[in-house]
């Protein structure tokens, strides 16, 4: 089978639905998690901001179940992977997710060292050391113990980690024997992430000492790669379904059911929930809603669902760039309606929009000026350099 014959063309609007809707949601989560204009407004709205402060957190789940898809895609045409190709893969990934990094973790070092004086609120993170600057650039931070410059960015290290496990995963199937009558190598991928979901959502992420880790989260990234792999390879919505087929397709949902049941029992936990709900959309979803071929039709509404479809496109474009510049965003915001309206509601729910607002258009100018760039050593470097003058600057 040809690696392209059963993508969806153009664009994946379902994933892009997916990541703009968990862009909203953990941008809303860090303001009221964070605060302190989120501790004035739950004073009128208390059920909203909890909820934001309790559960917009699992949109994580969102971005690593389609960052499994799509990455089970692209490696779709790498069945004979060398170690130095793996590295190079490895390499790129790095360069693609820490040079914005790098870029907004400068502006958000910056920012904090700006507002502090004014602004004694635990949100402020304290001045960075050599060590901490270090780390970041290396995405070790939480794995070494130290605190973060910025909210979220874990999430960075743990989508390399992921990528890494993954690329790992596909160059041991290198060492497997060959012979007449041997498995497929889609059949041993498919085994092999199988086994690696099944332990961590079974084992490893029943352990929350391990949440700084890539295994503690490879049960999400893993269903990721399963749909993929079953949406190519049995459940083809564009192939006709013979009857030694519909076999195939029951066996599919049963033990994709199965595997979370045993998981469940194994300790309830909503993300798992969400992460198995995603997955299922992303297997059994029309190709339609993967084109977004319903959100541009010229009947029925068809114009303002097409300017929704382009909206929500262009959210999940820029989501990266939004999600690690956003906190910089909420910090200036935060401490200028603080210092000029503390306690006043209707300034604190204006302040929280407008940070949301100001973080979907700063993100857009770091993607745009940054993240879109082709990732290049020479790049890397220059915002290296950028971010480590900036630690150096708010160094005590």
Known sequence: MSNTSQRPSGRSFLIDAFKAAGCLLIVLHHLAFYGPMSDVVATAWPGTVNWLYDHGRLAVQFFLVCAGFLTA?????????????????????????AIPLLAALSFTVLVSEWVRPGFAHDSLSAPPDWGQALAHIALMQHVLGLEALSAGIWYV??????????????????????TKGSLS?????????????????????????LDDHGVYFFGSYGLGLLAWEARQHVLNPQSPVKPHAKVKHWFIWVFFLAVGAVAWGLGPRLRMALAFAVAAVLMASPATWFSGERLSGASGGGAGLAVLRRAVVWVSTVSYSVFLIHFGVSLAVS?????HWPGVLWANALGMLASLTLSLLMGAWLYYGVEHRAPTWRLWSMWTLVFIASAVLAMP
């Open 335 to 339: 401490a200028w309606v603080t210092a």
């Open 185 to 209: 190598v889609h059949t041993l991928r498919w085994a092999m992430w199988l086994g690696l979901t099944c332990t961590s959502w079974w084992w490893w992420n029943l352990d929350t000492d």
């Open 157 to 178: 290290a743990i989508d390399l980690q992921l990528y890494a496990m993954t690329l790992f995963s596909v160059l041991v199937l290198n060492f497997w024997p060959q």
């Open 73 to 97: 895609g692209s490696l779709a045409r790498c069945e004979s992977l060398t170690l130095s190709e793996a590295l190079k893969l490895a390499w790129q990934r790095y360069l693609r997710l």
